[in-house]
């Protein structure tokens, strides 16, 4: 017995060896374009503004946290003012790793690290989701020759190579899912049930998002695995297994709740679950277009480009039509797996409801590649032992692979070129080994054959991810960032401030044409730019109410405020870092320093900025303020606040704060005219661009001292069949971009009105041109230009901080100060309404309210005042709760199984 577990252990690490061998191998050398070009894995878009910067905070976050402990303070912080314009950490940031047992070895990551950690971080995870493959086929006793070659086909499936490098923890789902499985499986079949509780807390903690889609597998295995265990069984009994499921489920689910439940508060709150984004029709949910029909056929075993991309080796397709010939009854739980995968992947409704009635994206695909990696790993017996009908079946299948290949997908015949030869040669290679073994029945023949098919699933493998990255491909390599650039130009900003040694307590810096979004986060100041999936939805709400950054077409990207001059002033903006000297609003002054190593960046000083706290001696009422236009609307935030979700006793308290002010109105309406090239604007409002290039210049008496903004109102494309386009425009060196967007783009929120500021100018601009990247046909309603005169700027800018919140202090979850008050008044503190946050009046818990659309505010009387402000993380102390409980009932059943009297020599798990 003893030398048979040693010979047992022996095969184990032997296997071991010989996966990490191979993972190692395709790794290398699939990624080649990445060595060679000094490339890191960071992509330009999300992985530089989210994951990356992410990853970098939250080792400072853990290690902020451990330095706590180590003296004594158990303080957890929950608020951050450099995320984003400010945000609940928890809820915020669990969707990109707070809460990713992975990510807990960020506590080691520093900004000199960073780059290689955040590469080791994809490595580790990639190379796991084999190893939990591997435990999957292990369980049920697969032999280790087959479970190689099915692990193999899983790490480096399509979803993998193309979303597991752009998005890191989009891998997370690949490790656990087979783990939740052999959990789900052993508690149907009455096993202990710890794995599988073990397993949900982990990926619950680790984020909602793919924790939904895991939950929809279970249930979907669930429903198939009891029938083929239990068929003849009763109703009750059914009842009593799935009850029991659920319940360990949920045990799962409440150890995780200190982290889940933050998250999800966080959701429903978001500018995601809040935002207005087109509802698909009913009809567009049922079918794709026969050219995407194409593309995902032929896309099922090439290179992958796309999210629907599954990007299979080759000898998935043979696989799979060989399980659906086998009519034997232990393949039916695979064959009814299998169909419910093509049909989700074949219906966008699929795509929709897995990824959370958002839109249509088949980010759930990592699922169905586990499903066909284990399929492989099942009939790679049956591939070497074909039938006469198999052969002809196959055959078929391949050829008709091949015509559609290059009779239909052209857009996609490069990365799909190869597949074809890999399908032949593996539908040649069955043939050969159907062959020898009807003559030759040797394990060692048989032996060979197995390493023959694992060494053209290695071939098939880095062929997959060299075609993906190869520049004359697909050109993946190219979306990355190249080495050690990560982290250069975030500092450009940190050096300017550090010249400056401003030693105010609070203020913002809105970092002009910088592509890193959440800069500030990794450098350490107040921003104005935020980019997060469960970005709290108010700022990003009154932004896009004010028509502010039109050139951001996501509702939860805030890339500053158009640097438009009233909304820098009001959300406290001191300094503007840019390059560019036309984009400097009114009142922003250059600061002279001598920066050796600010790359062209220079720094301006807002000297009408606001502090943290300031007040107002008058309210209005959202619906006074919807009454408004849209720069209507933001002049008048100088001048009177608009309040909403105020208590009756503070409205019937501070009624005389409640008014109708005379607003004064600085805005006056241009008279232009027009010309145009290549473009036609019928009267019936059709617009007819007819070449790339094509633009329409307006020509108007400029106002001197003023901001100039153009409104192009109802731009509608969605006749056009393009999804977004962006515009240029330019007046006189300034130069802005305008993202319009149709109802085919998967964030289209209705918006056809567009506002964009030209800018401030001394002399007053007085020409512009409106730029079409592309030809089409639009629809245009008009175009209007606006000036704004800063007249009554600086009086009302004096006015609201003429009492204003002093003896600031931001420690841990806490702001506090003093206010010496005249006459009743609107405290308005600059940082986003969020019920997590308690404020106290002289000790006294007030009611508060929102300001402005998206300002925490207190109604106060005259007087002085101590002020104080403290955050608790909103489902924090009900996930603490929840999670308490999960932990004592995880106890008493470790408890009661260890006293429990069992012949079993089952492991714990």
Avoid at 220 to 238: D, E, T
Avoid at 429 to 436: A, G, K, P, V, Y
Avoid at 563 to 592: A, C, M, N, W
Wanted: charged share 20%; glycine share 6%; aromatic share 14%.
């Amino acid at each position: 017995m003893k030398f048979q577990k040693n010979k047992g252990e022996r095969s184990l690490g032997i296997y071991f060896v010989v996966y990490s061998l191979i993972f190692f191998l395709i790794y290398i050398i699939g990624y080649r374009e990445f060595w060679e070009n000094q490339i890191s894995f960071i992509w330009r878009a999300d992985g530089y503004s989210q994951h990356f910067p992410t990853m970098v905070y939250l080792g400072k976050y853990y290690r902020e946290i451990l330095e706590n402990l180590s003296h004594g303070r158990f303080t957890l912080p929950m608020y951050d003012f450099t995320v984003g314009m400010g945000q609940n950490i928890i809820g915020v940031l669990n969707y990109y790793g707070l809460g990713d047992i992975f990510l807990l070895l960020s506590t080691f990551v520093t900004e000199q690290n960073a780059e290689s950690f955040y590469k080791f971080f994809i490595l580790l995870r990639m190379f796991l989701c084999g190893i939990s493959f591997t435990c999957f086929c292990f369980y049920m006793n697969k032999p280790k020759k087959l479970a190689i070659i099915g692990s193999v086909c899983y790490v480096f499936c399509g979803f993998a190579v193309f979303s597991g490098i752009r998005h890191p923890y989009f891998l997370n789902p690949m490790i656990f899912l087979p783990i939740i499985i052999i959990g789900i499986d052993k508690v149907l079949k009455g096993k202990r049930p710890f794995l599988f509780i073990f397993t949900v807390f982990l990926s619950a903690c680790a984020g909602f998002y793919f924790f939904y889609m895991e939950t929809i597998m279970i249930f979907i295995y669930a429903l198939i695995r009891y029938v083929a265990l239990y068929r003849k069984k009763s109703l009750a009994h059914f009842a009593k297994v799935a009850g029991k499921a659920l319940g360990y489920y949920l045990i799962g689910i409440s150890l995780s709740g200190v982290i889940l439940f933050p998250a999800l508060e966080q959701f429903f709150t978001s500018s995601r679950a809040n935002d207005s984004v087109n509802q698909i029709p009913i009809s567009k949910l049922l079918f794709y277009s026969p050219i995407e029909y194409g593309y995902e056929y032929v896309n099922f075993i090439s290179a992958p480009a796309i999210w629907s991309c599954i990007g299979m080796t080759a000898i998935t397709m043979l696989a799979v039509i060989i399980l659906f010939c086998k009519k034997r009854k232990i393949y039916w739980q695979l064959q009814f797996g299998c169909m419910i995968g093509f049909l989700l992947l074949l219906i966008p409704l699929g795509g929709y409801i897995l990824n959370g009635f958002s839109y249509v994206a088949n980010r759930w695909t990592f699922a169905f590649a586990f499903l066909l990696a284990y399929v492989i790993t099942c009939m790679i017996p049956k591939l070497m032992n074909l039938k006469k009908k198999e052969v002809f079946l196959l055959g078929a299948a391949t050829l008709v692979y091949t015509v559609v290949v290059f009779g239909l997908a052209v857009k996609y015949t490069k990365l799909c070129t190869f597949a074809v030869g890999m399908l032949w040669v593996f539908y040649g290679t069955t043939l050969l080994f159907t062959w020898l073994n009807k003559r030759m029945k040797s394990k060692l023949v048989k032996n060979i054959q197995i390493l023959v098919i694992l060494s053209l699933v290695v071939i098939n493998c880095i062929a997959n991810i060299r075609i993906t990255c190869d520049k004359k491909c697909d050109n993946y390599v190219s979306s990355f960032l190249e080495n050690k650039t990560a982290l250069s130009t975030t500092k450009e900003t940190t050096k300017l401030l550090q010249e400056v040694k401003d030693n105010q307590d609070f203020y913002r810096v809105d970092a002009v044409n910088k592509s890193h979004v959440n800069e500030g986060m990794i450098s350490n100041y107040n921003g104005l730019s935020a980019y997060f999936s469960l970005l709290n939805s108010n700022i990003p709400r009154t932004l896009t109410e004010l028509k502010c950054s039109p050139d951001v077409p996501l509702p939860h990207k805030i890339e500053g405020v158009d640097q438009r001059t009233i909304l820098e002033t009001l959300l406290g903006t001191k300094y503007l870092t840019t390059k560019d000297s036309k984009k400097i609003p009114y009142g922003f002054e250059k600061v002279h320093i001598n920066s050796s190593n600010s790359n062209g960046l220079e720094i301006y000083e807002n000297k009408n900025a606001l502090p943290f706290g300031y007040t107002y001696s008058s309210m209005i009422s959202q619906e006074e303020y919807q009454k408004k236009s849209v720069l209507e609307k933001q002049e008048s935030l100088l001048q009177t606040a608009v309040i909403s979700n105020a208590s009756k006793k503070d409205l019937l308290k501070y009624r005389d704060l409640i008014q109708n002010p005379i607003l004064t109105n600085n805005m006056k309406e241009l008279n232009y005219t027009m010309s145009f090239k290549d473009v036609k604007w019928e009267k019936d409002g059709a617009l007819r661009v007819n070449k790339k290039g094509a633009s329409i210049k307006l020509h108007f008496d400029g106002v001197p001292n003023s901001e100039t903004y153009l409104c192009i109102n109802g731009l509608d494309s969605n006749s056009s069949g393009i999804e977004k386009f962006a515009l240029k425009i330019k007046s006189q060196g300034n130069k802005k971009s305008v993202n319009v967007t149709s109802d085919i783009y998967n964030w289209y929120t209705g918006n056809q009105d567009y506002m964009i500021n030209l800018g401030y100018s001394r002399e007053g601009k007085d020409s512009l041109t409106i730029l079409f990247p592309q030809k089409g046909k639009f629809k245009l309603k008009n175009i209007q230009l606006y000036a704004y005169t800063f007249l009554d700027y600086e009086n009302q800018v004096n006015e609201l901080r003429k009492e204003t919140l002093q003896n600031l202090a931001i420690e841990t979850n806490k702001v506090s100060g003093t206010i010496q008050l005249t006459k009743p008044k609107l405290l308005c503190m600059s940082m986003e309404y969020d019920k997590g946050w308690s404020v106290y009046v002289d000790g006294k818990k007030e009611t508060t309210c929102m300001v402005n659309g998206m300002f925490l505010g207190v109604m106060l009387e005259e007087g002085n005042h101590e002020i104080e402000c403290r955050y608790m993380t909103p489902g924090l102390p009900a996930g603490l709760i929840s999670s308490m409980i999960g932990l004592v009932i995880i106890i008493l059943m470790l408890l009661f199984n260890l006293t429990k009297k069992t012949t079993s020599s089952e492991n714990l798990l």
